[in-house]
């Protein structure tokens, strides 16, 4: 049971938008940034948001994130087959004194 | 360019103690607020934060394992290892290094590509 909340998978189909949530608490989400990790099939998670809304140098626009609250969204755009892939949100957890994870998200472009 | 690569044994026997080697280039350990972590992940599962040392030499640990890890820099100026002891057939996972430049929620920006470390007798 992993800390922080993520639907197990999610699908749409290509060039639509889809937004994967991650719930947490007062102790993480709801004082800490949050990051996420795109994980395509056999590699190492990558970064791809991090203070909950910047991306990394070379990681395309389609890729948004937001916070608020105890919540946080990851939203893809315009989605390509080759984002298919697992994504984790993560933060420091307070009560913890950790870094904490999602469950993670498999995303299926239909 | 900064670059990360776990290193040690594919498989270990239950009880035994893991020791798992990261080699980093592109930066150095001894630089301020630059940190090296380990996170493992199950087949098929989440991630899980492990352990992390700064630049000062400080060591974090999660909680639910913390009494089995040590984290410390190698001998080598551009290296962290990690031992686990006692290891259990649930350890079965892979296991990442990466690098952290210390902030206020700043983020795992690099990562190694993994090693798979069997557990079983």
């Known amino acids: 049971q992993s800390v922080l909340t993520q639907p197990p998978s999610v699908s749409e189909a290509p060039r639509q938008r889809v937004t994967i949530p991650c719930s947490g608490s007062s102790f993480n989400i709801g004082d800490n940034a949050v990051n996420w990790y795109q994980q395509l099939p056999g590699k190492a998670p990558k970064l791809l948001i991090y203070d909950d809304h910047l991306l990394p140098s070379g990681v395309s626009d389609r890729f948004s994130g937001s916070r608020s609250g105890t919540s946080a969204s990851l939203a893809i755009s315009g989605l390509q087959s080759e984002d298919e892939a697992n994504y984790y949100c993560?933060?420091?957890?307070?009560?913890?004194?950790?870094?904490?994870f999602g469950g993670g998200t498999k995303l299926t472009v239909l | 360019q900064v670059t990360l690569r776990e290193s040690g044994p594919a498989l270990v026997k239950p009880t035994q103690t893991l020791t798992l080697t990261c080699t980093f280039s592109?930066?150095?350990?001894?630089?301020?607020?630059?940190?090296v972590a380990w996170i493992r992940q199950p087949p098929g599962k989440a991630l899980e934060w492990l352990a992390l040392i700064d630049w000062a030499g400080d060591k974090y640990y999660g909680a639910s394992l913390k009494t089995r890890l040590t984290i410390s820099k190698g001998t080598s100026k551009n290296r962290v290892v990690l031992t686990m002891t006692n290891m259990d057939p649930l350890d079965t996972a892979t296991y990442y290094c990466a690098r952290r430049i210390a902030a206020s929620g700043s983020p795992f920006d690099y990562w190694g590509q993994g090693i798979l470390v069997t557990v079983s007798s």
């Open positions: 993560s933060t420091w957890d307070d009560s913890l004194n950790g870094w904490v």
């Open positions: 592109g930066f150095s350990l001894t630089t301020n607020r630059m940190c």
